[in-house]
């Protein structure tokens, strides 16, 4: 099975730097997704890692220490919008369908 | 941009009737999905896919039924609708990108 644990809320100042952690117990890996979700509305995809390092996608990082099980969420020169909930998810590599297990999400609130 | 759609967005529903939700994808994913969803709740997985005639129990236990009669969809029935399903239901699609591509959702209301 798979454990997944991220802080519950986060607030951060619009241009700012801000890190959501996600940190993983789980009996297999084949990688890690990064989910954005706005309230009432559907996850959008963000990264996925599979290799241990950070892949940069313009404002947003994703970092991945599989040894550690553990992974972060960076987000620069926050901006109002980017105030929604942040979904960290590992897939599991035990069937063909590809299931993934998601966290609780973490809900980021930039504020002025 | 991801071509997958949801039918209805909203439905509010008496206790006892059956209901269909409809999902379809236009880009040849194999594998579908569908999560329970409660307002600033956790994803839930209660059905999922690997390709057509292929169905799963996810990880949360549902009365609800699923289908792959076709590539494109993956419709979700209820027999017989409960307040206790009062939620959102997204589905959701994946490619050979290992990418889950979510639909707008169905956000249901059972009296």
């Known amino acids: 099975g798979q454990n997944i644990d991220q802080p519950t809320e986060m607030t951060a100042t619009e241009g700012a730097i801000v890190q959501i952690n996600c940190t993983y117990q789980?009996?297999?890996?084949?990688?890690l997704f990064w989910y954005q979700q706005h309230a009432g509305e559907a996850p959008t995809f963000l990264s996925y890692?599979?290799?241990?390092g950070l892949e940069e996608k313009g404002r947003f990082s994703s970092f991945l220490s599989r040894s550690k099980g553990y992974s972060y969420l960076l987000l620069k020169e926050l901006q109002m919008k980017d105030s929604a909930s942040y979904l960290c998810?590992?897939?599991?590599?035990?069937?063909?369908?590809?299931?993934?297990?998601f966290g609780d999400g973490t809900t980021l609130t930039v504020k002025p | 941009e991801a071509d997958i759609y949801q039918t209805p967005r909203y439905l509010v529903i008496g206790t006892g009737k059956k209901i269909t939700l409809e999902c379809s994808q236009t880009?040849?994913?194999?594998?579908m999905y569908w999560y329970q969803q409660d307002p600033g709740m956790e994803l839930h997985l209660i059905h999922y896919?690997?390709?057509?005639?292929?169905?799963e129990k996810g990880d949360l236990s549902s009365e609800s039924t699923v289908s792959r009669i076709r590539t494109e969809h993956f419709p979700l029935t209820l027999e017989s609708a409960r307040p206790s399903h009062t939620s959102q239901y997204l589905c959701?699609?994946?490619?050979?990108?290992?990418?889950?591509?979510f639909g707008p959702g169905t956000r249901l209301l059972v009296l």
């Open positions: 998810a590992v897939r599991d590599p035990d069937t063909n369908a590809g299931k993934s297990t």
């Open positions: 789980t009996s297999g890996f084949n990688g």
């Open positions: 890692n599979v290799l241990d």
């Open positions: 880009m040849g994913h194999d594998k």
């Open positions: 896919s690997y390709g057509v005639n292929s169905t």
């Open positions: 959701a699609s994946e490619g050979n990108q290992e990418t889950q591509y």
